[in-house]
């Protein structure tokens, strides 16, 4: 079983440009959660999908995030304009409700290290 | 919200020894925490938790503890390996019997733990 992937590993941009930061969840997963760490930092929660809804968008730093999930298969989560504060690893969960538990399990990708300079 | 505290941010230690990681938490609504380890080049991976109605959890040489009147818990690691060199992220959240469908995690910094042979 694949699991979780994003892309770009790595994005080197310039303030004020735009990007797109794209997760695919493991196949199956109702929940997809980005997150964010800025360097030292703890990993930061952005928002939450449960399919193609928006559940939890109050991590999101602010409107210069949009994030989508249209279909409720892949994420994308675009930055424009980006800024300095901007930077740091991006990563995406998901996981699979289990009515039987009181927690689910989430997966995390690799995550994208995002540089504006 | 949420705030979750980690300590140390950095630990060495010698191949066979114990490694030690402490979280504390300020929401007495938390019930669910994991630890997660991040390899280089990889995302934060699951290796333990530990819900609330549980003092201790043990997992070959992985063990958590929780005191939830002192809001504290713990990654204990015995017999240290080389291969258990990785950054350490605790986490807390609440389970959907705390009538909470957000699922989000809060991490801690983050310890890095290097194991010398």
């Known amino acids: 079983e694949a699991g979780v992937t994003q892309f770009p590993s790595h994005s080197v941009i310039e303030k004020g440009q735009t990007v797109t930061l794209r997760c695919d969840p493991i196949?199956?997963?109702?929940?997809l959660y980005w997150y964010r760490r800025v360097m030292g930092k703890e990993i930061k929660f952005l928002l939450h999908?449960?399919?193609?809804?928006?559940?939890?968008e109050s991590g999101m730093p602010n409107n210069r995030f949009l994030a989508e999930r249209t279909g409720g298969t892949y994420s994308t989560l675009k930055v424009q304009p980006a800024e300095l504060e901007d930077s740091g690893v991006y990563f995406c969960?998901?996981?699979?409700?289990?009515?039987?538990?009181?927690?689910?399990?989430?997966?995390f990708g690799p995550g994208t290290r995002l540089t504006v300079t | 919200g949420e705030n979750v505290e980690q300590h140390p941010s950095t630990l060495s230690v010698q191949e066979g020894d114990s490694a030690v990681i402490k979280c504390t938490y300020s929401?007495?609504?938390?019930?669910?925490f994991p630890w997660y380890k991040q390899e280089l080049g990889k995302g934060p991976q699951l290796i333990i938790d530990?819900?609330?109605?549980?003092g201790e959890k043990k997992d070959q040489r992985i063990a958590v503890t929780l005191n939830k009147t002192a809001k504290h818990f713990s990654l204990h690691i015995t017999e240290t390996q080389p291969e258990d060199s990785a950054v350490y992220f605790c986490?807390?959240?609440?389970?959907?019997?705390?009538?909470?469908?957000?699922?989000?995690?809060?991490f801690g910094r983050g310890t890095q733990l290097t194991v010398w042979p």
């Open positions: 999908f449960v399919k193609e809804s928006k559940q939890d």
């Open positions: 986490a807390a959240s609440k389970g959907r019997d705390r009538g909470s469908t957000l699922g989000r995690l809060y």
């Open positions: 969960a998901s996981s699979q409700e289990q009515r039987s538990l009181l927690y689910d399990e989430q997966y």
């Open positions: 530990i819900r609330s109605n549980v």
């Open positions: 929401d007495s609504a938390s019930n669910y």
């Open positions: 196949s199956g997963h109702d929940n």
